[in-house]
């Protein structure tokens, strides 16, 4: 079983290229995760690498930002390359199957900082996705 669920805060924006033959998109972004801690023990951060296809990349590349929180599940893979001084690195990364934004709003709008500040505008606006519907804070029940 290769099953792997994140929940963290990226620490930049993603990075999105196209496959030549397909044109199909790829996004790359990293994410903040802490670790749990005892008591007095010093706080510790893993940095995994995630990739992401498809249209789900672009809506990765569209929504997120340097600081928002999202949710990733998907497997991990493993990898090895050869760099220009001939040394081998291996790498890990997580190849997401599902994206869950978790802070929402356009990539131009204040990232990390939890809900954007409230204003008047259209669904369009938000960067809410087709079939989608705004709604205010008034209008959830609990």
Partial sequence: MNNVVLIGR????????????????VATFTVA???PVRA?????????????????AENCERFLAKG??????????TGSYTNK????????????????FLEWGDRNE?????RPAPQQSTAKDEGIPDG???????????
């Avoid at 990226?10 to 998109?25: F, I, K």
């Avoid at 001084?85 to 869950?100: F, I, K, L, P, S």
């Avoid at 989608?132 to 029940?141: L, T, V």
């Fill in 10 to 25: 990226l620490t930049r924006d993603p990075e999105v290229r196209y496959v030549s033959e397909s044109q199909m998109a």
């Fill in 40 to 56: 007095g023990q010093e706080k510790k951060t893993d940095f995994p690498r995630v990739t992401v296809f498809g249209r789900q």
């Fill in 110 to 114: 204040r990232a990390g900082g939890g």
């Fill in 85 to 100: 001084d001939g040394q081998t690195v291996y790498t890990t990364d997580v190849v997401a199957d599902r994206v869950e």
């Fill in 68 to 77: 928002r929180l999202v949710g990733v599940q998907g497997r991990i893979q």
């Fill in 132 to 142: 989608f519907q705004a709604i205010e804070d008034d209008d959830i029940p609990f």
């Fill in 33 to 35: 995760i802490d670790r």
